[in-house]
């Protein structure tokens, strides 16, 4: 499994961008998968997730009301809207493929629980 993040960018306070993972693999539709952003210094952090059927999403509480999740299995590509960006939003954003070993309704928020990685994008947002 693969995954290529992209869509980072510089943006200023308040605005959107929305940023998209490619994932490979004939089984996509059947992956759960992650974001999590790394600010510098900083240990990486859940941000949002996504079950298999797009039925399941759960959101950091920091990102709440302004990120959305969403995934086109025939694209397998999940993507991370982020709107009303702030400066505490900067950071390196990754997304992954959960492992699905465990309950993932308890699971989904733990770097641990992905055993696919992307390379990141970075998102930096200006005041």
């Known amino acids: 499994v693969q995954l290529q993040a992209s869509g980072g960018g510089l943006v200023q306070a308040g605005g959107s961008l929305r940023l998209s993972c490619a994932v490979s693999g004939r089984t996509f539709s059947s992956y759960n998968v992650g974001w999590f952003r790394q600010a510098p210094g900083k240990e990486r952090e859940f941000v949002a997730f996504?079950?298999?059927?797009?039925?399941?999403?759960y959101f950091a509480d920091s990102v709440k009301g302004r990120f959305t999740i969403s995934r086109d299995n025939a694209k397998n590509t999940v993507y991370l809207q982020m709107n009303k960006l702030k400066p505490e939003d900067t950071a390196v954003y990754y997304c992954?493929?959960?492992?699905?070993?465990?309950?993932?309704?308890?699971?989904?928020?733990?770097?641990?629980?992905?055993?696919?990685w992307g390379q990141g994008t970075e998102v930096t947002v200006s005041s």
């Open positions: 992954a493929v959960h492992n699905n070993r465990g309950y993932y309704p308890s699971t989904y928020s733990y770097t641990g629980s992905y055993d696919y």
């Open positions: 996504v079950n298999w059927s797009g039925g399941s999403t």
